[in-house]
């Protein structure tokens, strides 16, 4: 049975609506749902993006409650990665889909690791808005690490990924390695100024390290949502992209 035959689709809408009726702290809320224009059900989940929106404006406003409401809600977004894990599992040994319904699987379970480490990544930003709520980090120090241009890029990458999933649209999906490339040249730009600063006489060098591992981990997101398309295009085309940067990396070497 593949992944759009009647029973399949019918136990997915099933399962949409019980988790679009619940409200657990265990369970993800339902942000989309819907059918592909082939018939294949879908629901985009909140969890992981609003945990990445909500460390920005916790870090901009110094805001403690916000962060430990990041902090609460990351057991959700473990049981997240769980359930999928154990869905993808059950739809392999109970559905043997074949071809692209396979890939797709194979797709999101390799995905639902990358979702949980972006989660960790807000988690991390969040740890460290509560732990510096005596001395809040200076607005002109986030301002001079390119932070908000380097998030709200991060953002609009997250949300090729999800408008690239839904419409099946691998255009979409290459788009956002491009954007990784700008985002490389905003964090370069940030190297410069915390290297400016951290040479400075007034200097607070805690603060600044802090900083400058909380946009570390902006560009680690970025990579994970790289990650994330080249798992898109695979499920779609089935074209692996990570072999062919391997090999390339390899023949660089070589030469």
Do not use: W
């Amino acid at each position: 049975l593949g992944m759009d035959t009647r029973q399949v689709v019918a136990r997915f809408e099933a399962e949409r609506q019980a988790l679009a009726m619940m409200n657990h702290p265990h369970i993800a809320k339902v942000f989309d749902a819907g059918a592909t224009d082939s018939g294949r059900p879908y629901f985009v989940m909140e969890l992981v993006k609003g945990q990445l929106e909500h460390a920005a404006d916790a870090l901009h406003s110094n805001d403690a409650e916000l962060a430990e409401e990041i902090l609460r809600k990351e057991s959700r977004v473990n049981a997240f990665e769980i359930n999928l894990e154990k869905e993808c599992e059950n739809t392999i040994a109970l559905f043997q889909p074949v071809a692209t319904e396979l890939r797709f699987v194979l797709s999101i379970s390799r995905s639902i690791a990358e979702l949980e480490r972006l989660g960790d990544h807000a988690e991390f930003t969040a740890r460290a808005v509560i732990d510096y709520q005596e001395k809040p980090f200076s607005e002109e120090y986030i301002k001079a690490f390119y932070y908000k241009e380097m998030h709200d890029m991060t953002m609009a990458m997250f949300n090729n990924v999800i408008d690239a999933f839904e419409k099946k649209d691998t255009s979409l999906a290459r788009h956002i390695f491009m954007m990784d490339k700008e985002l490389n040249k905003i964090y370069k730009m940030a190297i410069i100024s915390f290297q400016a600063e951290i040479n400075s006489k007034n200097a607070r060098a805690e603060e600044l390290l802090m900083l400058y591992s909380i946009c570390a981990r902006v560009i680690r997101s970025s990579s994970l949502l790289t990650n994330l398309a080249e798992e898109i295009i695979f499920y779609i085309e089935a074209e692996v992209l990570k072999h062919k940067k391997m090999k390339q990396k390899m023949k660089e070497k070589k030469d």
